[in-house]
Nanobody, 123 residues
Framework: QVQLVESGGGLVQAGGSLRLSCAAS????????MGWFRQTPGKERDFVAAITWSGVYTDYTDSVKGRFSISRDNAKSTVYLQMNSLKSEDTAAYYCAAAHYGTSRRPDRYDYWGQGTQVSVSS
């Protein structure tokens, strides 16, 4: 079965950086849009960023534009989220997801999900 495994989360001070990785297996990776979402307890899962299968098109939620960067390596079946200038409000569990059709900010448009990795930013 398809697996998406996130890594790279942790505790960082405000202003610092982290790079999240999501490795996919049993997935025709280069045919899927990949997305990153985040969630805090008691709240809905929110869109962060997405990248099309070719990597040509990317999308970001406004709050992370200029600070986060999504990229992918199709040869390694891995998508990355480089997070710079982190703020306390970036604290959340981060999830990667795969969508076979199109690019969307809606979680219900994604077919597969990872288990999440926690990012905690101290102020």
């Amino acid at each position: 079965q398809v697996q998406l495994v996130e890594s790279g989360g942790g505790l960082v001070q405000a202003g610092g950086s982290l790079r999240l990785s999501c490795a996919a297996s049993r997935l025709t990776f280069n045919t899927y849009t990949m997305g990153w979402f985040r969630q805090t307890p008691g709240k809905e899962r929110d869109f962060v960023a997405a990248i099309t299968w070719s990597g040509v098109y990317t999308d970001y939620t406004d709050s992370v534009k200029g600070r986060f960067s999504i990229s992918r390596d199709n040869a390694k079946s891995t998508v990355y989220l480089q997070m710079n200038s982190l703020k306390s409000e970036d604290t959340a569990a981060y999830y990667c997801a795969a969508a076979h059709y199109g690019t969307s900010r809606r979680p219900d448009r994604y077919d597969y999900w990872g288990q999440g990795t926690q990012v905690s930013v101290s102020s």
